[in-house]
Structures are given as structure tokens and as C-alpha cells.
């Protein structure tokens, strides 16, 4: 999650100033040399490829910002955050791919980097692969999960994060639900805000405001970093020298980075991007086939959708966008679930032969996850079109009911997440509809003008 501001050193870079400003900065990062001795490596594609990850590092913070922003505990020498940033070959477009650091993952055999025993190829978390062998197991694990060939490594901390986001005089955020998670202190109402560098940590930190996990965390974190890309771009900060060193120095103070990732890179990537925005990146994480797969001595883990992955990294090679462009389609209502994440079986509540289907074809042209078979109900005199729910769900009935203009929400502890349609002799049409958070949509490929404030 602190590799988010990273990227911005990339897109800083475009004002072009010259190597006196950066040379200067060069000497502020750590390198490390995640390449060394590896072999039976992918084949490099086409454009740039970067392994961004956040580590913990909160031995750096001060002990009144771990106490205000709930950052108790010891670091864990993991990586919280794992993305892969590709940089097309033009230099028109970055494709951001988040790597849930829970993901099940095979290590290859390697050196523990902690007691220095030997060990063979292994299962374990993609995150625990930093804790292991550093950036050397985790660039070679994830090249091996992956088949994307890395080109640079960069490794952020919390410390970093705070002063950039600071220094930028914080990044504007837009929710459409209330968010409030215990662990982290976030507390935030729904509607626009802007995140000074301590609150933003918690926002991209956070796990708990819903029951979305890591994934949901992952979707906040690229949201967050569309925004700070955005606020970087449209603030002055590209067009003034001493405004442009004082955010890439907090940035580069708490980064480490392989030793062929320097200034000549900034300055001949940045040239390139000029033209950065919103619009030109793109966001997504790797296909989930199994949210809790259990592996003995590891715990649940995220095992990948295997054929999905394969198609995502193969286009990362390929220097292909992952987002398909769109035609334009007619303005839908807002809702919190996307449809194509609620499950319906619809009943006819009428002695309307066909309603049934007609209900059922409609909602499933609108995107929701119809059985595609109807049922007839024993009562055929319902008036008004009901949505049954398991309070569990409830937020997905009202997405459902926002489609069905006047039906009733009809909470039925215990059935489960299938929710239930009545059609009634009220139905007329169903109104189009779509998730507030676009990623949550089918292809979860977003460009970040799409998850920026409006």
C-alpha cells in the first residue's frame, strides 16, 4: 500500500527538470539487488515492468503517530502490499495489477534470508516470500506465478507514504458509504474528503470497513493511487522545480530500489509521460477462482483463477490494455453492489403467463446473476413486486430493489445470499443500475478517471 506513491515518481519526473534536481536525490535511495544470481528467467515482452511492494517499516514512525493511527504492534518484515506496474512500450498507458499478499504461492527453493538455512521449493503466502529471502524470493516467486519477466524493483514504507501525501497537501477521496474500521481508526462518512498523510494510511490500510477483506482494501488502495496520480498531475507540482524535489525526496527517503533504477530512468521516463493522467492508467488484481483455500501449516489462503491469470499476465506481456473501451450507454442508478455479484431466482407472483421470464431475462440483460429459471408462485395475486433477503445481504437487496422502482424489501432471516424476486401486477420495466465502485464490475479492469472524484 505505501508503493501506491511511488508510482509518482514516475509521473513527477515528466516536468523534465534536469539531472541537477535528481542527481541530488539519487543519493537518498537505498539500493538492493533483487536480480542477483537468478536464473531461468521469462522472456522480456514489450514496455516496462516494475515490482512495487509495501513493507510494514513501522519502527520508523514516531510514537505518537503509532498511537494515533493505530500502528501498535511489531513489523512483521512482510510485504502488505504486492502490484506489479507495467509502463507500455509508447509510454501512454500504466496497467497497475494488485497481487493479494495472501494469494497461495510456491516458493522455489532458496536461502532463508533470517537463519540462513537451506530450504527446497515450498507453499506458502505470497507475502510471507519477502520474510523468507527478501526481494530476491519475491521477485523470483512472483516471476514464476506470474511469467511477467521484472525489470525494477521498488520497495515503499509507511513513513514514505505520510510525507508524500503530505507534501502534496493531502489527496481528495470520494465514498459513496459510510467507512469505519476499528483496527486502523478510519472513520469516515460518505462523501469527499481529503486525506492528509496519517489519515490516508489508514484509508489504504484498512480491511474491516466491509466484508470485502483484502480485496475490498486492494480496490480503496487503487482508487487512492488514481487520486494521487490525478492530484500530482493537476496541481502545479509537475511545473515547479522546488515543489517537484520536495515530494520526490519524501518519497525516495524511505525507498529502496534495485541499482539500475536511477536517475537516467526517471528522467527518460518521465519525458515520455508528459501527457500522464487519470485516463491513462489502468487498474485490476489477478483473478480469484477460491477466496479460502486452506493449505495445512499455512492457514486460508487466495487461490487464483488459473485460466483468468494466465489471460491477464499473457496481455501484461503483450503490452495489450486490460481494459476494453466501451460504448457509450445510457446513465444508471448508483447502487453499492454491482449487479453481477447478486444472485436472483425470480418468482411469479401473477396469473400473468410469461411474467416470470420477462422479469428474469430483464434483470439478467441488466447484469444480475438470474437462475434463468422462473418458478410460478402458489399466491397469483401479488399487487406489489417484493425483494426477499437474508438481512445478511442486505445491502445487495437494495442494489436488487433500486432495479424493481417500488418493490418491497422483505428481510427472510436464514435464506441465504440467493435473493428472491415476487413479480407482482406493479412491474413494468427494470431500471439499468450499476455499482457506485466500478471495479466491482465483471471485467474488474478500471481506468483511473473512473475511480477519481467527480
Not at 501506491?4 to 519526473?13: F, G, I, R, Y
Not at 502488505?80 to 506496474?85: E, F, K, N, S
Not at 507495467?86 to 497481487?99: T, W
Not at 466500478?438 to 478517471?449: L, N, W, Y
Request: charged letters at 25%; proline letters at 5%; glycine letters at 10%.
Amino acid at each position: 500500500m505505501r508503493a501506491l506513491t511511488t508510482v509518482s515518481v514516475v509521473v513527477l519526473a515528466s516536468a523534465g527538470i534536469g539531472h541537477a534536481v535528481l542527481n541530488s536525490l539519487d543519493a537518498d535511495i537505498a539500493r538492493v539487488d533483487p536480480f542477483k544470481d537468478m536464473k531461468n528467467r521469462p522472456e522480456g515482452g514489450h514496455g516496462m515492468n516494475l515490482l512495487m511492494v509495501g513493507t510494514d517499516g513501522r519502527e520508523k514512525v514516531t510514537e505518537a503517530e503509532r498511537r494515533k493511527y493505530r500502528l501498535g504492534g511489531a513489523p512483521c518484515h512482510c510485504t502488505d502490499t504486492v502490484m506489479i506496474v507495467h509502463i507500455s512500450e509508447d509510454r501512454e498507458r500504466a496497467s497497475i495489477v494488485s497481487l493479494p499478499r495472501d494469494s497461495y504461492a510456491e516458493a522455489p527453493e532458496h536461502t532463508d534470508a533470517v537463519t540462513g538455512k537451506r530450504h527446497g521449493p515450498h507453499a506458502l503466502k505470497l507475502n510471507a516470500a519477502y520474510a523468507e529471502g527478501g526481494p530476491t524470493l519475491t521477485v523470483r516467486t512472483v516471476e514464476d506465478m506470474t511469467h511477467v519477466k521484472i525489470d525494477h524493483y521498488l520497495e515503499v514504507d509507511f513513513t514514505s507514504f505520510m510525507k508524500t501525501v503530505d507534501v502534496l497537501g493531502g489527496v481528495r477521496i470520494c465514498t459513496a458509504q459510510p467507512l469505519k474500521d476499528r483496527y486502523t481508526g478510519l472513520d469516515l462518512t460518505a462523501g469527499r474528503h481529503l486525506l492528509g498523510g496519517g489519515q490516508a494510511l489508514q484509508y489504504v490500510r484498512s480491511r474491516h470497513t466491509d466484508g470485502s477483506s483484502d480485496l475490498g482494501r486492494m480496490r480503496r488502495q487503487q482508487r487512492f493511487l488514481a487520486s494521487l496520480v490525478s492530484q500530482a498531475t493537476s496541481s502545479g507540482v509537475l511545473l515547479n522545480p522546488m515543489r517537484f524535489r520536495d515530494v520526490t525526496r519524501a518519497v525516495l527517503s524511505s525507498v529502496r530500489a534495485d541499482k539500475g533504477f536511477g536517475t537516467d530512468e526517471l528522467l527518460d521516463l518521465g519525458r515520455a509521460m508528459r501527457n500522464f493522467s487519470p485516463s491513462s492508467s489502468e487498474f485490476t488484481t489477478v483473478p480469484i477462482g477460491q477466496m479460502a483455500y486452506a493449505v495445512k501449516g499455512i492457514g486460508s489462503t487466495l487461490k487464483w483463477d488459473e485460466p483468468k491469470a494466465r489471460k491477464l499476465f499473457r496481455e501484461l506481456r503483450e503490452d495489450k490494455p486490460l481494459a476494453v473501451p466501451r460504448a457509450p450507454r445510457p446513465k444508471a442508478l448508483r447502487v453499492a453492489v454491482a449487479p453481477q455479484q447478486i444472485r436472483v431466482q425470480i418468482e411469479n407472483g401473477t396469473s400473468t403467463t410469461g411474467l416470470g421470464k420477462r422479469v428474469d431475462g430483464a434483470l439478467a440483460a441488466t447484469g444480475f446473476r438470474t437462475t434463468g429459471r422462473p418458478t410460478t408462485g402458489h399466491d397469483s395475486g401479488v399487487r406489489r413486486t417484493v425483494v426477499a433477503y437474508d438481512p445478511r445481504w442486505d445491502r445487495s437487496a437494495k442494489s436488487l430493489a433500486a432495479a424493481l422502482p417500488g418493490a418491497e424489501l422483505r428481510a427472510v432471516p436464514g435464506q441465504g445470499p440467493l435473493l428472491k424476486v415476487i413479480a407482482g401486477a406493479d412491474y413494468r420495466k427494470v431500471t439499468r443500475v450499476r455499482a457506485d465502485d466500478p471495479a466491482q464490475g465483471e471485467s474488474g479492469v478500471v481506468t483511473g478517471d473512473q475511480v477519481v472524484c467527480p
